[in-house]
C-alpha cells in the first residue's frame, strides 16, 4: 500500500532513518511467524518445562532451521529482531530465557542494567 503524495509527510511525518533500527514490516514479520509463535508457546507454563528440560528437542519439534537455532541458543535478542520476532514475544520468551525486560533493553543497546536504568532516571 502506498502513501498518497499529500500524507507523505503529513499525518505521521516523514519516514524515519535510524541506524541500525530495523522497521517491523508486515513482509518481516510474516518471514519470522513460526520463530514467533514458538516463542509465544515456550513461554507458556504448561510448554516452558518442555523447553527448559531439552532445547534442542523442543526446537527440533518445531522444526527451527538452524539460523533460528542459533539466535535462540545465544539468547540473540538483537538478531531475532531483526529477523521478525515481535517484541511482545521477546519479551513473553523472557519467562523462559531467565531475563527481565530491563534486562532485554540493556543487552539490545550494548549496556550493562545499571547503564541501561540510569538512562531511564532510575539509578
Not at 500524507?7 to 535510524?18: D, E, K, R, S, T
Request: glycine share 10%; proline share 4%; hydrophobic share 40%.
Amino acid at each position: 500500500m502506498s502513501v498518497p503524495e499529500e500524507n507523505a509527510g503529513g499525518l505521521f511525518g516523514p519516514p524515519a532513518h535510524i541506524p541500525g533500527a530495523t522497521r517491523y514490516r508486515g513482509e518481516v514479520a510474516q518471514a519470522a511467524l513460526r520463530l514467533n509463535r514458538f516463542l509465544v508457546h515456550v513461554s507458556q507454563r504448561e510448554n516452558r518445562q518442555r523447553f527448559l528440560d531439552d532445547e534442542e528437542a523442543e526446537m527440533a519439534r518445531w522444526a527451527l532451521s538452524e539460523p533460528e537455532r542459533d539466535l535462540l541458543r545465544r539468547r540473540d535478542y538483537a538478531g531475532l529482531l531483526a529477523c521478525g520476532v515481535n517484541i511482545y514475544a521477546i519479551a513473553k520468551s523472557g519467562y523462559v530465557f531467565g531475563a527481565t525486560l530491563v534486562d532485554i533493553g540493556a543487552l539490545l543497546r550494548g549496556e550493562t542494567v545499571e547503564q541501561f536504568l540510569a538512562t531511564k532516571g532510575r539509578v
